[in-house]
C-alpha cells in the first residue's frame, strides 16, 4: 500500500514539474512571438504568473466553446501578460465620448428606397487597408478616423490610400495625441486643416511627435461629418451598407483574449472606451448575426486583426451608440 502511494505521489510530482514546464515554454514562447522584454526577474516573475493565470481562463473558455456553450474562442495574444485591469488601463480607455459634437448636425438617413443585402464586407470591394497597429500609443481614435476616411475616399475616388495616423497624433490639437482623443474631431481637423498626408510620407511612429504635416503629401480630405442614429442597429447597417466603413466607439473590455468567432457577451454593456471600424457585416451558423470590424492592433490579434461582434442583440458593447463618417 505504501508502495502505491509512494508511485502515486511520484506521478504527482512529475505531472506538476511536466505542466510547470511547459507553461514556462509557452511563456517563453510568447515573449519572443510579441518580443516581450522586461526590467528584471521580479517584473518577469510577475507576467510568468499572469499569463499563466490568462492561459487557465483561456483553456476553460474554450473548453465551453467547444462544447458549444460559447460562440467565440479564446487565445494567446500580446495582451496576454496584462491582467484584465492592467488590460482597461494601458489598452483602453483611450476614447472620451463627451468630445461628441457632430458639429454639421448631419445625421444619416436611410435611402427610402434601400434594401440592404443580407451581408456586406467592404474588404471585398477593395475599401478597406491592411490591419495596422496601435502599439503603446492610446491612439485609437485616430486609427477609426483614418479607417472610415480610407474607406470613403476609395469609394469616391477608387484608389485605396493609406492615410497617416501620426499626423493626427502630432497635429491634431483638439484630440490629445497618445492620450486620448475622440474620432469625429480628427475627421474634423481634417476638414479644417484641408487634407491628411498619406501613411508612405507621414509614417506611424507610435507616440508623440513634432507635427510634420506637409500640404504637398496630402492623401485625401474631408468636407464635413455624419453621424448615424444613436443607439440603433439597423440605422448602422444601413449606413454600413449605403455608404460604406463606419467609425464607431465600443466598449471593448471584452476583447482582450479574442481569437476568433462572433463574440456575443451579453454583459459587455459598459461605457465606450475604444474607437474601432465597423466595414460589414453577416451571419454565422453559430454566433448567429454579427459586425465586421477592423481593430488597430496587429494582425496577432483576433481573426487576423479583426473581431466579429454580435448584431442585433440589444447594442451589444453599445457598438451602434456613436458612428460617424466623412464626407468626401
Same mark, same amino acid.
Given at each position: 500500500?505504501?508502495?502505491?502511494?509512494? $508511485?502515486?505521489? !511520484?506521478?504527482?510530482?512529475?505531472?506538476?514539474?511536466?505542466?510547470?514546464?511547459?507553461?514556462?515554454?509557452?511563456?517563453?514562447?510568447?515573449?519572443?512571438?510579441?518580443?516581450?522584454?522586461?526590467?528584471?526577474?521580479?517584473?518577469?516573475?510577475?507576467?510568468?504568473?499572469?499569463? $499563466?493565470?490568462?492561459?487557465?481562463?483561456?483553456?476553460?473558455?474554450?473548453?465551453?466553446?467547444?462544447?458549444?456553450?460559447?460562440?467565440?474562442?479564446?487565445?494567446?495574444?500580446?495582451?496576454?501578460?496584462?491582467?484584465?485591469?492592467?488590460?482597461?488601463?494601458?489598452?483602453?480607455?483611450?476614447?472620451?465620448?463627451?468630445? !461628441?459634437?457632430?458639429?454639421?448636425?448631419?445625421?444619416?438617413?436611410?435611402?427610402?428606397?434601400?434594401?440592404?443585402?443580407?451581408?456586406?464586407?467592404?474588404?471585398?470591394?477593395?475599401? $478597406?487597408?491592411? $490591419?495596422?497597429? *496601435?502599439?503603446?500609443?492610446?491612439?485609437?481614435?485616430?486609427?477609426?478616423?483614418?479607417?472610415?476616411?480610407?474607406?470613403?475616399?476609395?469609394?469616391?475616388? *477608387?484608389?485605396?490610400?493609406?492615410?497617416?495616423?501620426?499626423?493626427?497624433?502630432?497635429?491634431?490639437?483638439?484630440?490629445?495625441?497618445?492620450?486620448?482623443?475622440?474620432?469625429?474631431?480628427?475627421?474634423?481637423?481634417?476638414?479644417?486643416?484641408?487634407?491628411?498626408?498619406?501613411?508612405?510620407?507621414?509614417?506611424?511612429?507610435?507616440?508623440?511627435?513634432?507635427?510634420?504635416?506637409?500640404?504637398?503629401?496630402?492623401?485625401?480630405?474631408?468636407?464635413?461629418?455624419?453621424?448615424?442614429?444613436?443607439?440603433?442597429?439597423?440605422?448602422?447597417?444601413?449606413?454600413?451598407?449605403?455608404?460604406?466603413?463606419?467609425?464607431?466607439?465600443?466598449?471593448?473590455?471584452?476583447?482582450?483574449?479574442?481569437?476568433?468567432?462572433?463574440?456575443?457577451?451579453?454583459?459587455?454593456?459598459?461605457?465606450?472606451?475604444?474607437?474601432?471600424?465597423?466595414?460589414?457585416?453577416?451571419?454565422?451558423?453559430?454566433?448567429?448575426?454579427?459586425?465586421?470590424?477592423?481593430?488597430?492592433?496587429?494582425?496577432?490579434?483576433?481573426?487576423?486583426?479583426?473581431?466579429?461582434?454580435?448584431?442585433?442583440?440589444?447594442?451589444?458593447?453599445?457598438?451602434?451608440?456613436?458612428?460617424?463618417?466623412?464626407?468626401?
Amino acid at each position: 500500500m505504501k508502495a502505491v502511494i509512494l $508511485v502515486l505521489v !511520484l506521478v504527482t510530482v512529475v505531472q506538476a514539474t511536466s505542466l510547470k514546464d511547459i507553461l514556462k515554454a509557452e511563456f517563453n514562447a510568447f515573449k519572443l512571438r510579441h518580443h516581450k522584454a522586461y526590467k528584471d526577474a521580479s517584473e518577469e516573475l510577475k507576467r510568468l504568473k499572469i499569463f $499563466v493565470e490568462n492561459k487557465k481562463l483561456i483553456d476553460s473558455h474554450n473548453k465551453r466553446f467547444t462544447a458549444g456553450e460559447e460562440t467565440y474562442k479564446m487565445g494567446i495574444n500580446q495582451f496576454s501578460d496584462l491582467d484584465s485591469k492592467e488590460f482597461q488601463e494601458v489598452v483602453l480607455s483611450s476614447i472620451n465620448p463627451y468630445n !461628441l459634437t457632430f458639429d454639421t448636425n448631419q445625421i444619416y438617413t436611410p435611402s427610402p428606397t434601400i434594401k440592404l443585402p443580407e451581408s456586406i464586407d467592404w474588404r471585398e470591394k477593395g475599401a $478597406v487597408t491592411k $490591419v495596422k497597429s *496601435q502599439g503603446d500609443c492610446e491612439s485609437c481614435w485616430a486609427f477609426a478616423a483614418i479607417g472610415t476616411l480610407e474607406g470613403h475616399h476609395f469609394i469616391k475616388y *477608387q484608389q485605396l490610400v493609406s492615410l497617416s495616423e501620426q499626423n493626427l497624433v502630432d497635429c491634431d490639437t483638439t484630440n490629445g495625441g497618445c492620450s486620448r482623443g475622440w474620432t469625429e474631431k480628427a475627421l474634423i481637423y481634417i476638414k479644417d486643416n484641408g487634407g491628411v498626408n498619406t501613411e508612405d510620407s507621414y509614417p506611424y511612429e507610435g507616440i508623440d511627435g513634432e507635427c510634420r504635416f506637409n500640404v504637398e503629401n496630402i492623401g485625401a480630405k474631408v468636407t464635413g461629418t455624419v453621424g448615424v442614429q444613436r443607439d440603433n442597429e439597423s440605422a448602422l447597417a444601413a449606413a454600413v451598407a449605403e455608404k460604406g466603413p463606419i467609425s464607431v466607439a465600443i466598449d471593448a473590455s471584452f476583447f482582450q483574449h479574442y481569437e476568433g468567432g462572433v463574440l456575443d457577451e451579453p454583459l459587455c454593456q459598459g461605457e465606450v472606451n475604444h474607437g474601432v471600424v465597423v466595414v460589414g457585416y453577416g451571419r454565422d451558423d453559430i454566433g448567429g448575426d454579427y459586425w465586421l470590424v477592423k481593430n488597430s492592433w496587429a494582425e496577432s490579434w483576433g481573426e487576423n486583426g479583426y473581431i466579429r461582434m454580435a448584431r442585433n442583440k440589444d447594442n451589444q458593447c453599445s457598438i451602434a451608440k456613436y458612428g460617424v463618417y466623412p464626407l468626401v
